[in-house]
T-cell receptor, first 110, second 115 residues
Framework: GQNIDQPTEMTATEGAIVQINCTYQ??????LFWYQQHAGEAPTFLSY????GLEEKGRFSSFLSRSKGYSYLLLKELQMKDSASYLC???????????FGSGTRLQVQP | GAVVSQHPSWVICKSGTSVKIECRSL??????MFWYRQFPKQSLMLMAT?????????EQGVEKDKFLINHASLTLSTLTVTSAHPEDSSFYIC???????????FGPGTRLTVL
């Protein structure tokens, strides 16, 4: 089965850096995804990791360690519009569907 | 990027009626579509996987006779909530993938309220 854990809520200051952690347990790992979701809207894709290491895309970076079952999403130069829920999702070997964590609600303050 | 639409964006219905939600991939052919449900302040829960031309695969605990899924073409999947009850009120989101992309492309969601 799959078990995905991430913090429920985080608060950060505009212009700062925040790291959102995600740990997972799965019998067959085939990729980890990060999505951003604003209230009442559908998730939007942020990043995808399947190999160990850091993937950078503008202000957003995502890191994966498969041996530790660990990933983080790093947001730099925080903006007020970054206030949203961030969902960690794992794809299991042999399945194309994703299993989502409960999400981390990030509040960016002035 | 790939665009997925859903219709309607919101619907209010009386208890006992049926509601159909459409999910369309607008600029690509979706070999597989997924239906998720999201309750307030909770994450997305997969309900079923829909493959074009075959029966949907339902997750454990999801009643296939209550949540009817039809994937008639490579660009359209429909979810029908039959005999809806207030506990079915939720945010229903579909997503689609192709053979060329790793990420799922999500529709904008449909908010269902059953009175």
């Amino acid at each position: 089965g799959q078990n995905i854990d991430q913090p429920t809520e985080m608060t950060a200051t505009e212009g700062a850096i925040v790291q959102i952690n995600c740990t997972y347990q799965t019998s067959g790992f085939n990729g980890l995804f990060w999505y951003q979701q604003h209230a009442g809207e559908a998730p939007t894709f942020l990043s995808y990791n399947v190999l160990d290491g850091l993937e950078e895309k503008g202000r957003f970076s995502s890191f994966l360690s498969r041996s530790k079952g660990y990933s983080y999403l790093l947001l730099k130069e925080l903006q007020m519009k970054d206030s949203a829920s961030y969902l960690c999702a794992v794809r299991h070997t042999g399945r194309r569907a994703l299993t989502f964590g409960s999400g981390t609600r990030l509040q960016v303050q002035p | 990027g790939a665009v997925v639409s859903q219709h309607p964006s919101w619907v209010i219905c009386k208890s006992g009626t049926s509601v159909k939600i459409e999910c369309r991939s607008l600029d690509f052919q979706a070999t597989t579509m997924f239906w998720y449900r999201q309750f307030p302040k909770q994450s997305l829960m997969l309900m079923a996987t829909s493959n074009e031309g075959s029966k949907a695969t339902y997750e454990q605990g999801v009643e296939k006779d209550k949540f009817l899924i039809n994937h008639a073409s490579l660009t359209l999947s429909t979810l029908t909530v039959t005999s809806a009850h207030p506990e079915d009120s939720s945010f229903y989101i579909c997503s689609a993938i192709t053979g060329y992309h790793n990420e799922q492309f999500f529709g904008p969601g449909t908010r269902l309220t059953v009175l």
